[in-house]
């Protein structure tokens, strides 16, 4: 992992009061995303998809509040948590199972977990109730379904209304509790005399990534496997208006598993406005429940412009390359 080489940081602790995320609750805007809309207060539900190419398009991706994606196995196949608060999709799919590091980052935003089973490092934690959980191998109230014509284990789906209506009989509190994500007040519509910038990350073919900066519309087209990333529900595709690319270090387990430091410090690149930010990541070692920060070489938390936020977990050695 990346050192801080002897970089000063003021880390804020989570219990601290943090003013503007006070004043988005008054404005009712997502804690993640920054935008407003009629579901603002409710708590994230963190939901893991599947990227084997088999699956795609995915059902959901691009309405999703924030995507954290990472390597599940080392230098092959990732695998997305896609973090819902605004939105609700008629159809989550297709739904995989949990990962260890995940697990750290889904309580760092309070969110309520929805997975299709998961690795025995993972359900450990889960069946000890570390965090609010809903898991397709249990299927409580019916959370879950299969579809007929597609074939397992790719026929995992859920919706917004059937994960909500889970978790409300489940006894779990719907009430967000995350203070959020600073964003910028006024941010760039479009960017004047735009540049042609790609941004590529490293991870291995076909789960390679590039992100195709739109300026007119001052945001980031995702491409994966050299091919434009699809939403199923809408055939829109996937755009964000930030990238965060957190390099943090990982090595295998048993062979078929991935355990990434996501807790700790590492590099940090953040792009947005048609621009690159350089910073350091943050999360608390001794507190999963600890909140992710991304903070500039200052130690302020970086303010994003309002819409999807991306985070790509990248070994520190891997190309990301912004052109």
């Known amino acids: 992992m990346a050192k801080d080489k002897e970089r000063t940081f003021f880390f804020t602790s989570q219990e601290q009061v943090n003013p ?5 609750q008054n404005k009712n805007i997502s804690p993640l995303s920054g935008l407003a809309c009629d579901s603002f207060n409710r708590r994230p ?4 998809l599947s990227a084997d190419t088999v699956t795609r398009p995915l059902s959901g991706l691009s309405e999703a509040d924030m995507v954290f994606e990472m390597q599940v196995v080392q230098n092959s196949i990732t695998r997305f948590m896609a973090v819902y608060v605004c939105n609700s999709p008629i159809e989550i799919g297709s739904i995989r199972s949990a990962r260890h590091p995940f697990i750290a980052l889904a309580m760092g935003i309070d969110a309520i977990y929805a997975h299709w089973g998961g690795s ?3 359900l450990d934690k889960l069946d000890a109730k570390i965090m609010d959980n809903i898991d397709a191998l249990k299927n409580p109230f019916d959370a879950f379904f ?4 597609i074939y397992a284990p790719h026929n995992g789906f859920s919706s917004m209304e059937r994960l909500v209506n889970s978790a409300s009989k489940l006894g779990y509190s719907l009430e967000n509790k995350f203070e959020g994500y600073p964003h910028l007040e006024n941010p760039k519509s479009k960017i004047l005399n735009p540049k042609n910038t790609i941004i590529k990350i490293g991870y291995a073919y076909p789960w390679n990534v590039g ?6 519309n001052n945001s980031y087209l995702r491409m994966r496997g050299n091919k434009p990333e699809m939403d199923k529900n809408n055939s829109q595709q996937v755009r964000a208006s930030v990238i965060v690319v957190m390099r943090a270090q990982s090595r295998e387990l048993e062979g078929q598993y991935n355990d990434v430091d996501i807790e700790g410090s590492g590099d940090l690149e953040v792009y947005q406005n048609g621009e690159e930010i350089k910073g350091i990541w943050k999360k608390d070692k001794a507190n999963p429940a600890s909140k992710l920060y991304f903070l500039d070489f200052n130690g302020q938390e ?7 936020i991306w985070v790509e ?3 520190p050695r891997k190309d990301v390359s912004y052109n």
């Not at 539900?45 to 893991?48: E, I, K, Q, T």
């Not at 299969?146 to 014509?149: D, V």
């Not at 992100?211 to 007119?216: E, G, K, N, T, V």
């Open 146 to 149: 299969r579809k007929a014509t």
């Open 20 to 24: 503007e995320a006070a004043e988005a």
């Open 120 to 122: 025995h490092f993972a």
């Open 211 to 216: 992100w195709d900066y739109d300026a007119q």
């Open 302 to 308: 970086i303010k994003f412009v309002p819409g999807q």
């Open 45 to 48: 539900l963190a939901v893991m």
């Open 313 to 315: 977990i990248i070994e």
